[in-house]
Nanobody, 119 residues
C-alpha cells in the first residue's frame, strides 16, 4: 500500500506561483507514473501533469508552459511548480501514482490540496 500526502496549496492572486508537494511512502523507483490531477467544483477530475518512469513528462494543454512536474528521488517527493496562475486553475489538486505489480497496474491517490486563485 502506497500512501501519498499532498501539501503546498493555498490562496494566491492571478499571476502568482505555488509549489505543490506530494510525499510518497514508497521508493520512487517502484513507481510507473507520477501524476497531478485536479478537480474544480462541478467538473470532472482531469490530468494536469504526468511523469513517466524514465523521465518523460506530459502536460494538459491548459497548463503547458506554466506548470512543471518534477521529483526528488532522495526525498520521495513529487512536485508541481505552478506559475502564472489563473482563476481557472482553482481546484483541488490530487497526487496520483501507479505501480506495475504482477502485470497489473495499481493506482494510488492522495487526499488533495486546495488551490484557489482569486483577485
Amino acid at each position: 500500500q502506497v500512501q501519498l500526502v499532498e501539501s503546498g496549496g493555498g490562496l494566491v492572486q492571478p499571476g502568482g506561483s505555488l509549489r505543490l508537494s506530494c510525499v510518497v511512502s514508497a521508493s520512487m523507483h517502484s513507481l510507473n507514473t507520477m501524476d497531478w490531477y485536479r478537480q474544480a467544483p462541478g467538473k470532472e477530475r482531469e490530468l494536469v501533469a504526468r511523469m513517466i518512469s524514465g523521465g518523460g513528462t506530459n502536460y494538459a494543454d491548459s497548463v503547458k508552459g506554466r506548470f512543471t512536474i518534477s521529483d526528488d528521488n532522495a526525498k520521495n517527493v513529487v512536485y508541481l511548480q505552478m506559475t502564472g496562475l489563473k482563476p481557472e486553475d482553482t481546484a483541488v489538486y490530487y497526487c496520483h501514482v501507479t505501480q506495475l505489480l504482477g502485470g497489473r497496474e495499481i493506482a494510488y491517490w492522495g487526499r488533495g490540496t486546495q488551490v484557489t486563485v482569486v483577485s
